[in-house]
């Protein structure tokens, strides 16, 4: 069964330092999300990306934030200037066209900012 | 806006016990409800859904019944097993919008 897969599976990184998060979506989904979970918190949504364009984003998702779809293949998030509470779990999430279509979610990558 | 609560965790069972994990949400319009489930070290995996009310979302043993009079999307299985550890999401999606996830709950099951 396809599935999306994010690389790497953990990343650290020192304050201050810009980390690009990098995913693969299902080849043939449409739709593309970026989550975090901070460590026993609830997954919140940061950004959703169609038509190459953000559709929609969440008040974390501010500046120090921004998403690319570089290629065919690959859709990045990319956070600059890291801060410690930047340290989270961070989940991609691709969908196909169609309004009942589930969002299908990669295993993550536990970013951790030193 | 939109909203999910859960049942707070850990729910702690042992092997075989019937298990209801509750959830009720708040949003515009019809939302579709979706489970899913992460297993320790493990991303987030789509457990079962239901786009309409009165719909059954059915996957591995586990189901939920959408209840629209009552905003919610309880989840049961009859007899749970020690695979089945895991913290389980609830979630809406109230149109075209992103997912809204409820704060997740542990199942510890022992044998």
């Known amino acids: 069964e396809p599935e999306v897969t994010q690389t790497p599976s953990h990343q650290v990184t020192q304050m201050g330092q810009e980390v690009i998060l990098r995913c693969v979506p299902i080849?043939?989904?449409?739709?593309f999300y970026w989550y975090r979970q901070i460590l026993g918190q609830k997954v919140e949504f940061l950004v959703s990306?169609?038509?190459?364009?953000?559709?929609?984003k969440s008040e974390i998702f501010d500046d120090q934030f921004s998403v690319e779809r570089p290629d065919g293949s690959n859709f990045t998030l990319k956070i600059r200037s890291t801060k410690l509470e930047d340290s989270a779990m961070y989940f991609c999430?691709?969908?196909?066209?169609?309004?009942?279509?589930?969002?299908?979610f990669g295993d993550g990558t536990r970013l951790s900012i030193l | 806006g939109n909203s999910v609560t859960q049942m707070e965790g850990p729910v702690t069972l042992s092997e075989e016990a019937f298990l209801t994990i509750n959830c009720t949400y708040t949003?515009?319009?019809?939302?579709?409800l979706f489970w899913y489930v992460q297993y320790p070290g493990e991303g987030l995996q789509l457990l079962l859904k239901?786009?309409?009310?009165?719909d059954k979302g059915s996957n591995k043993g586990f189901e939920a019944t959408y209840r629209k009079e009552t905003t919610s999307f309880h989840l049961e299985k009859g007899s749970v097993q020690v695979s089945d550890s895991a913290v389980y999401f609830c979630?809406?999606?109230?149109?075209?919008?992103?997912?809204?996830f409820g704060k997740g709950t542990m199942l510890l099951v022992s044998p």
């Open positions: 999430a691709s969908r196909a066209r169609g309004q009942a279509q589930p969002q299908h």
């Open positions: 080849s043939n989904h449409l739709y």
């Open positions: 990306f169609y038509n190459n364009e953000i559709s929609e």
């Open positions: 949003a515009t319009g019809y939302p579709s």
């Open positions: 239901a786009t309409k009310a009165d």
């Open positions: 979630a809406l999606r109230a149109g075209y919008s992103t997912l809204t």
